[in-house]
């Protein structure tokens, strides 16, 4: 190579931040934040009453998907044909799915609230 591509590279080099290579994790935490830059997202520390909500909305459904394991327990020992076994397994899956939904929507409403 010529001496003016080696001037490109070195000053490309010169423009990175210094403090040596960095890992994938701060890459992609970079690309992210820049991603966020330029669609003008807020980067909005929470609210330590957010926190607090957040916490007892994962608290709150934690317990429901608990509950809901419990029952389903309960029931197998019932059941008499590997269609039910099926049928209430499906169940649990679906409630499953119902309420990690439900706990994200309540997270996202308490993270879209404004400070009061």
């Known amino acids: 190579m010529s001496k003016d591509k080696w001037a490109g590279v070195s000053a490309k ?3 990175m ?4 290579p960095k890992s994938a994790y701060e890459l992609a935490m970079e690309r992210l934040r820049q991603k966020d830059k330029e669609a003008s997202v807020d980067d ?3 609210t330590d009453e957010q926190k607090a909500a957040i916490a ?3 608290q709150f459904y934690t317990a429901k998907v608990a509950e809901r394991e419990i029952l389903h327990q309960a029931a197998l020992p019932g059941v008499r044909t590997h ?3 099926d049928r209430l397994n499906e169940e649990l899956r679906r409630d499953r799915e119902r309420l990690a939904t439900d706990r994200d ?3 996202a409403d308490i ?3 404004k400070p009061s």
């Open 83 to 85: 269609e039910e076994v």
């Open 13 to 15: 080099l010169s423009t």
């Open 105 to 107: 929507r309540k997270i």
């Open 56 to 58: 007892e909305a994962r």
């Open 111 to 113: 993270r879209g609230k």
């Open 44 to 46: 909005r520390p929470l």
């Open 17 to 20: 931040s210094g403090d040596g």
